[in-house]
């Protein structure tokens, strides 16, 4: 869908994006994340086509951004931090001047507007002037305006900034439904909204990507292997006993439990195996009974700590 190859733009002496290299597959939700000034809102307006790269392309759909903008544009609906809207006109007057920009036929402009509407539950908004609504309502009519044409991309930079808690969770759960029918690539500095609604992460910082994976197994890198977290039953040379057995297992740390003859263990595994159900049938032969078993990754938010604050750190002893 989207292929980033070596992108680079400079301002004067100032890198902001670093040789950036990805692909977006189709039919994901991807979250696009960094610090303040890492370079992500700049590399969103390359890929629209907004600004030019110093260095570097973007291809969308097999299209050149700079070379076949029509067609590579066709493909992308844009969302920018700030909508694009205009206050004094209504939410019809609005879509229906975005479908006129976008070519949409005119014998199909006022179903495509039906449907957009629809899909961002704007239906009792038609008529009112966008400066009257929410910040919430304006938000969407933004989406609304990405959404016509039936763009296979969604590109949705920062999309609940400034919302309130309930707005937020309305615009979340509309993105999550945008997946069945687009690829989406959201960009939020809400760690715990891209943990919910991405299936992949991409993290830039100083404008170099840092880390591409899916959360899951973002977490799981980071920690160099999986953790588990058991309250065990039984004598501890019985439970070391039984874990024995069991292949794949780094390490096992025992700790004081509140239960009485029982363990608090920690167990780090190396690979990728899941290995439960071996732990569970060693200690189940070796009669110490489980009472609590529960995998131990790290947060979005302390991979993005991690990796950001290793990359400062970095910078900061090479100076």
């Not at 016509?148 to 808690?165: M, Q, R, S």
């Amino acid at each position: 869908m989207i292929e980033v190859r070596n992108l680079v733009k400079k301002y004067g002496q100032q890198t902001a994006v670093d040789h950036l290299n990805f692909t977006v597959e189709q039919g994901k939700i991807y979250g696009f994340l960094g610090p303040n000034g890492a370079g992500k809102s700049t590399t969103m307006n390359m890929i629209t086509g907004y600004i030019a790269s110093t260095e570097g392309e973007v291809y969308i759909n097999g299209h050149n951004i700079l070379e076949e903008p029509e067609k590579a544009k066709k493909c992308i609906g844009y969302l920018p931090e700030i909508p694009p809207i205009y206050p004094e006109m209504t939410v019809w007057e609005y879509l229906s001047f975005a479908a006129e920009l976008k070519k949409i036929p005119k014998g199909e402009r006022e179903k495509a507007i039906c449907n957009v509407i629809s899909q961002t539950k704007m239906e009792d908004m038609n008529h009112r002037l966008i400066r009257n609504l929410s910040k919430g309502y304006k938000q969407r009519v933004g989406l609304a305006q990405a959404l016509l044409g039936y763009p296979e991309i969604i590109i949705l930079d920062e999309p609940t900034v400034g919302l309130d808690p309930k707005q937020i969770i309305e615009i979340r759960d509309l993105i999550k439904g945008l997946s069945k029918r687009h690829t989406v690539i959201l960009s939020s500095h809400i760690l715990s909204e891209v943990s919910a609604v991405c299936d992949y992460v991409l993290i830039i910082d100083h404008g170099k990507l840092v880390a591409s994976d899916t959360p899951d197994n973002l977490s799981k890198l980071m920690l160099g292997s999986n953790s588990l977290e058991l309250t065990v039953k039984g004598q501890e040379e019985d439970i070391r006993k039984a874990l024995d057995l069991v292949e794949h297992i780094e390490d096992a740390v025992f700790h004081n439990s509140p239960i009485e003859n029982a363990h608090e263990i920690t167990i780090k595994t190396t690979g990728q195996e899941d290995i439960r159900e071996n732990i569970f049938f060693a200690l189940a032969d070796g009669k110490c009974p489980i009472l609590k078993m529960q995998s131990t990754n790290m947060s979005l938010e302390d991979v993005f700590l991690k990796l950001t604050d290793d990359k400062e750190e970095e910078n900061v002893s090479s100076l």
